[in-house]
């Protein structure tokens, strides 16, 4: 029995950080054993370099990469603490959390604005002995980033790519997704009611942001939305945020979500392959011809929405449905969305016990959202 249990420790010491990848980068795996299996089908040759979309991935690690910056000064928490300074109650703290995130995920995307804004909801409730509404503001905050993301073309990381793909005017894009991004924004507004009106106070805490290094990184993220939006070319946006970031933060780097960034060019070869299998192609360019929006959100809840958008752009032109269909369908279930994974995890890491009721009430607000979203966008066409 002795002898054997240093054998067991090592095992379980070289198990643990394994099992750990996986669960933390359990979409990442699955892209890349989808790529994998794909390439016995579609064996490697010249057109995989055709598979990835380069200016997709170059303007999502940039955009990553000055988010984190700004996050190493705490530019966010503290415009958000601001923020809620003005507030009361734990209903206005809600409410102001929630829009924090619904706007943070338009500019600095929906992963980003989770992994930014909700330690800051865990704090104001948790410290407040309010603790009971922190799953119902997680939630919330959740629909927010995945919901609110969806109006432009960096707020979530498909639209980037269905941007760069179907090349969609800027207008255009925005005006296809403005309806189901305003009725998000209504019924988000009406869940706040959930939340108990109860007084609240918030700790002021004295923190002073570096003037010049957060005039710098705004000019760097300024940068990155005008090469989102085709004004500033990739290469010269690329080389300034790399030289900034080597020359004021290069921690930053080490941050940047490279996982994201693997299961995009891991989907970029499978949705490659899959596009040149007669029958796939076949079965999938049906579905999207009989209803291009439903099949895209019925697809988000078993393989996600980043998944969903590269994929399915290889068998249909209907942007438009498309677009909507993989945005509204970040709702649902809980691997609908990345966004929805990282919210897991963080409530799960305060609240181990309560995670059986953390996902009732995540699926029944989610997909109460997923139906109301979708019945509005097929009656206005989509």
Not at 316 to 329: D, E, H, K, M, Q
Request: hydrophobic share 55%; proline share 4%; glycine share 6%.
């Amino acid at each position: 029995m002795q002898p054997s249990e240093p054998g067991k420790s090592a095992q379980a010491a070289a198990i643990n950080p394994f099992t750990t990848f996986i669960k933390k980068n359990a979409v990442l795996v699955i892209a890349f054993c989808a790529a994998v299996i794909s390439s016995f089908l579609i064996p490697p040759d010249r057109e995989y370099l055709n598979y990835f979309d380069v200016k997709t991935l170059c303007c999502l690690f940039a955009t990553l990469a000055v988010v984190c910056a700004l996050k190493n000064i705490r530019f966010f928490s503290i415009l958000a603490g601001q923020i809620i300074q003005w507030t009361g109650n734990s209903r206005l703290a809600a409410l102001t959390l929630i829009y924090i995130t619904f706007i943070g995920s338009m500019l600095i995307a929906n992963d980003m604005a989770l992994i930014t804004f909700l330690p800051l909801g865990y704090f104001v409730f948790s410290t407040t002995d309010r603790s009971a509404e922190v799953a119902t503001v997680f939630i919330l905050q959740n629909i927010a980033a995945n919901l609110g993301g969806m109006l432009t073309p960096f707020g979530n990381p498909q639209n980037l790519y269905l941007y760069s793909h179907f090349q969609i005017p800027t207008g255009e894009f925005m005006g296809i997704m403005f309806p189901p991004f305003l009725a998000a924004v209504l019924l988000v507004s009406l869940c706040c009611l959930l939340i108990p009106r109860h007084s609240l106070r918030v700790i002021k805490k004295q923190v002073s942001l570096p003037i010049p290094r957060t005039i710098l990184y705004l000019i760097l993220f300024s940068l990155t939305i005008l090469m989102v939006f085709r004004v500033l070319p990739v290469w010269l946006v690329m080389a300034s945020v790399i030289i900034g970031l080597v020359i004021l933060d290069r921690k930053a780097f080490a941050m940047v979500d490279y996982s994201l960034l693997l299961t995009f060019v891991c989907f970029f070869i499978f949705s490659g392959n899959m596009g040149r299998v007669p029958a796939v192609r076949s079965f999938f360019s049906g579905l999207l011809e009989k209803n291009t929006l439903l099949t895209a959100v019925f697809s988000c809840q078993i393989i996600s929405n980043v998944p969903s958008a590269i994929l399915l752009s290889q068998f249909t032109g209907n942007y438009a449905s498309l677009l909507t269909g993989v945005n509204i369908g970040g709702a649902g279930t809980l691997i609908a969305s990345l966004a929805s994974l990282i919210t897991f995890r963080e409530y799960t890491s305060h609240y181990r016990s309560e995670t059986k009721a953390y996902i009732l009430k995540f699926s029944l607000l989610n997909f109460g959202f997923l139906i109301i979203l979708t019945v509005f966008s097929s009656m206005i066409g989509r």
